[in-house]
């Protein structure tokens, strides 16, 4: 079936720093990916996607490009801030089949941004 | 607008007790999904509805667990003879369609306890 990996977590990083999540998937067919974060006391909320390969997903400073050839979608942001501190997860959504819209998700990756 | 709203954002129940959760999706959006964060397990996909049929149930862990759809609206999941490993919070999300393309918006979530 499908499955999502994200780097190992936690990660923690001062204002202003440069931020890296890597994510790597396996599929059938061509799933649709995403990016959704989850901020404290608060619930799912998506962040960015990308539908086909080669798109770049973009939103409050963050990107993520659909990368076939390396079945990747790594999250970057090239400054971050206290407000960005929160848990982020990839995740994937069949084209097709027995995984059609459903979204699997990676094991999800806690950001903290120190001022 | 309205978001999607679930019901009760908390529930403390004995071993063996039944519940039901109840999932308000946004308005006009046909295709609804149940999931389930847990510490050990991550997020994890159990059902889906497009309109009041379920194309998808792979996901339900046991026949304890099941949902229901009216109206094309409201959706209750309900787990019978409730289980400690059963407490999670368990989150119901909302597309305007199924399929791999759309983006799933999530309810804040019910907080399960099973003592």
């Known amino acids: 079936g499908d499955s999502v990996t994200q780097m190992e977590g936690p990660v923690t990083l001062s204002e202003e720093a440069f931020l890296t999540i890597n994510c790597t998937y396996t599929a059938t067919g061509y799933p649709s990916l995403f990016w959704y974060v989850q901020y404290p006391g608060e619930g799912l909320q998506l962040l960015l996607k990308?539908?086909?390969?080669?798109d770049k997903g973009s939103n409050k400073g963050f990107e993520a490009t659909y990368r076939k050839e390396t079945t990747s979608f790594h999250l970057e942001k090239g400054s971050v801030q206290v407000s960005d501190s929160a848990v982020y997860f990839c995740a994937s959504a069949g084209a097709g089949g027995t995984s059609y819209g459903k979204l699997t998700f990676g094991q999800g990756t806690i950001l903290t941004v120190h001022p | 607008g309205a978001g999607v709203s679930q019901s009760p954002s908390n529930k403390v129940t004995e071993k063996g007790k039944d519940v039901e959760l109840r999932c308000d999706p946004i308005?006009?959006?046909?295709?609804l999904y149940w999931y389930r964060q847990s510490l050990g397990q991550g997020l994890e996909f159990l059902i889906y509805?497009?309109?009041?049929?379920?194309?998808?149930k792979s996901g339900l862990p046991s026949d304890r667990f099941s949902a229901e759809r009216t109206g094309g609206s409201v959706s209750t999941l309900t787990i019978q003879r409730t289980q400690q490993e059963d407490s999670a919070v368990y989150l119901c999300?909302?597309?305007?369609?199924?399929?791999?393309?759309?983006?799933?918006?999530f309810g804040p979530g019910t907080r399960l306890l099973v003592l």
């Open positions: 308005s006009g959006h046909t295709a």
């Open positions: 509805f497009q309109g009041n049929s379920a194309p998808d």
């Open positions: 999300a909302s597309s305007f369609n199924a399929g791999g393309l759309e983006t799933q918006y």
């Open positions: 990308a539908t086909k390969a080669d």
